[in-house]
């Protein structure tokens, strides 16, 4: 039976979409089956950033329609063995086109093909959203550090919280520079955690390469001199294999005086 | 330091996380601080209070931080 995750954020442009395909490939490369859907529906291009977009045929609104079958929907990433397969999003309907109970029968059908079903849901929280989170049993919310992406991920937790998911939700940051967590405009990795007060599963540093391999339509997990590869297969491995531990807690601040500041507020 | 961009925000996550209409959160205090003077020498400008997320955002808890006089915990034993 497949693991349903689905990765969310509220704000658009946080990389969502760059995390489920390279998220994806790292863990089809450890050998476990793995499709990913594109729930943006008009707005498609998971595909183009994996490097399929050339072999799709059918989107997941034609299979929800019944107007293709699974085979035609499912293109299946050669580099990984075809351990990685994709549906893509549809460029041409709306997300209202996608019928709830036929989503839930696809995914019921991909729970017995694959080992893990990861939903890469459009931005915004309405219907393309609760489409996406409806059938989960896991949530990653993606954000960056800055204010409004802190602002729409801590929304979106809310609207987590009254949905089936409940203790499964997980926070990733994404595109963060270390080197500028102590000036005074940037907000620091512990202090996101702690503010959201969600598990860590990854901090994934600022790259101006994934750009580039983005636009290649090669992830960059195949890039083993990247250190933002590092970072995606932790995380990969960490989803696949519960032993490695998740940051529950921001770390200790160092001076007594940020202690004692911290207990206070 | 990015500490006053973090309280700053932890005040916006705060407000958005409100689960009480700001009429209601002024008649809560009201009556805490009514029911907490019958047994503390509390400070009740200083009363404050606050409705946050516990963890796994699975329920909310209510914080209150309420001063008591400490000269007059002491005249009183």
Known sequence: MAQIIVFTSGKGGVGKSTLVANIGTSIALHKRSVVVIDMDIGLRNLDMIIGLERRVKSNIVDLTKGLSSLEEALVYDKRTHNYLALIAASQSDLKKDVNLFKFHQVLTDLETMFDYIIIDSPAGIEEGFNKSIFFAKKAIVVVNPEISSIRDADRVLALLENHRIKKDIFLIINRYRKELSRRSYYITAPDIINLLNVPCLGVISEDERVLRQNNSGVPFVYQSSFTVTNDIKLIAEKLIDKKKSIQEKAPASKSIWEKMKNNAS | ?77
Do not use: G
């Open chain 2, 1 to 77: 330091m990015a500490s006053k961009l973090t309280d700053r925000l932890k005040r916006i996550l705060d407000e958005d996380r409100k689960v009480l209409s700001p009429k209601s959160e002024r008649d809560l205090r009201k009556k805490l601080a009514a029911v907490l003077s019958q047994y503390f020498p509390i400070d009740k400008r200083k009363l404050h209070i606050r409705i946050t997320r516990t963890q796994y955002q699975t329920a909310y808890e209510l914080i209150a931080d309420m001063p008591i006089k400490r000269s007059e915990l002491e005249k009183d034993q």
